[in-house]
């Protein structure tokens, strides 16, 4: 695959619980790129936890603090970004990442991510009575945004390991003269 952009960056989208923060962590130390994860840059901006801003101030300043970050991040380079589940279903999110990123996204089956999610507490949107179903139905609503990136990898059946190498390899391929 070859595209003619700025690739100066590697984004990684997708659902809770697919592992885009330990994939992120060591594609980056593989790459040797600085690691950013959206959440984290929110969290220590607002010195409150997602769930806190959640709760305090609603999902939809929540996602004007992703906004901001993401406008702040097109400058950047040599950065492993990772994103909030939530961030590139605003197109406008994931217009503003493919400017100087080659954005892949981690894929996982509904199954899968329960089994990931389920003992983790932090995430507000999953706070909900049948948090199964619910995971089903953001999932299929998000698909069409997903299926957006450059890049679309299943982690199901793969190791974070394995799945770092993977990225690693589609990142050279995009970005090889
Ligand atoms: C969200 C995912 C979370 C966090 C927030 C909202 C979402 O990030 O941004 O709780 O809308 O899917 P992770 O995908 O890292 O859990």
Known sequence: M???????NLALIGFMGTGKTSVGRLVAEIMRFEFLDTDELIQSRAGRTIAEIFE?????????LERQVVLELVNRKKNVI???????????????????A???CLWASP??????????????L?????????????????EPHYKNADVLVNTD???????????VL???IATRH
């Open 102 to 104: 080659l954005v892949v």
């Open 2 to 8: 070859q595209l003619s952009r700025q690739l100066d």
């Open 157 to 167: 059946l793969r190791s974070a390991r394995e799945v770092a190498q993977q990225i």
């Open 126 to 142: 999953l706070n909900h009575p049948d948090p199964q179903q619910r995971i089903r139905e953001l999932l299929a609503a998000r």
């Open 56 to 64: 305090q101030d609603g999902e939809s300043a929540f996602r004007a």
């Open 170 to 172: 589609q990142f050279k």
């Open 111 to 124: 199954e899968k991510i329960w089994e990931r999610v389920r003992y983790q507490s932090h995430r507000p």
């Open 82 to 100: 990772s994103t909030g589940g939530g961030l590139p279903t605003n197109a406008d999110n994931l217009a503003a990442l493919k400017t100087n």
